[in-house]
């Protein structure tokens, strides 16, 4: 089983539609962070958070909401999709004792409508 | 965090060394040099990390310059499976935004037969 789960893998949706992105982790690791991948783009972090009662916006959190429910659950919501939301979506960890090595999850392929 | 400057692609025959470049010249004294690839849609994969000192693991060698404005990544056998994006990143990762990096676009390897 991989260490970082994400579901679900692909989603088709409609414009206005709330989505939830879920993320688990088996590492033990206590941060955990959302990002955003656009066709031939690079990564955009959109939330980050470093325990189970922190949580940090990134460059582009507009449009977008978070909940840490535990140590291992990260969720991302999209209260009201839009179409320029379509993109890939990437749940990752690291280690608060770490060097800075971030475990991805394999994304999640959102397409808005 | 300080910004990077990378090629956009780079080819490289198969079995030889694949060097790829990375300028940081605004890098700041506690922040370090890591190095992800993407390979096709899948979660970037850490590769290999330093601050000052070069850095070898089984994965790939990092050179960093004595004035730590630019690195290199070396693979030094490149097989087909090393085509993919590499980015270069720079962060402090005892900041207050821990290890939320920042990817840029990267480079693109094609490594050819």
């Known amino acids: 089983d991989a260490d970082v789960t994400q579901t679900p893998r692909n989603r088709i949706t409609k414009t206005g539609k709330r989505i939830m992105l879920e993320c688990s982790q088996t590492?033990?690791?206590?941060?955990m962070y959302w990002y955003r991948q656009d066709p031939g783009l690079g990564l955009q972090l959109i939330y980050y958070?470093?325990?189970?009662?922190?949580?940090n916006k990134g460059e582009i959190s507009d449009g977008y909401s978070v909940s840490r429910q535990a140590q291992a659950k990260f969720s991302l919501s999209l209260e009201s999709a839009i179409p320029n939301q379509t993109a890939l979506y990437f749940c990752?960890?690291?280690?608060?004792?770490?060097?800075?090595?971030?475990?991805f999850g394999e994304g999640s392929r959102l397409t808005v409508l | 965090d300080a910004k990077t400057t990378q090629p956009t692609s780079m080819d490289c025959a198969e079995g030889r060394a694949a060097n790829l470049p990375c300028n940081h010249s605004t890098i700041s004294g506690n922040e370090y040099v890591y190095w992800y690839r993407q390979i096709h849609s899948q979660g970037p994969q850490y590769i290999i990390h330093g601050l000052k000192n070069n850095e070898t693991n089984e994965m790939a060698s990092l050179i960093i310059t004595e004035d730590r404005k630019s690195s290199t990544l070396i693979l030094p056998h490149a097989t087909l499976r090393d085509t993919a994006v590499y980015y270069c990143i720079v962060s402090a990762p005892n900041s207050n935004s821990g290890y939320a990096l920042n990817f840029g676009k990267g480079t693109s390897l094609l490594v050819t037969p």
């Open positions: 590492k033990g690791h206590d941060r």
């Open positions: 958070s470093f325990d189970v009662k922190d949580i």
């Open positions: 990752a960890t690291s280690g608060s004792g770490s060097t800075g090595e971030l475990f």
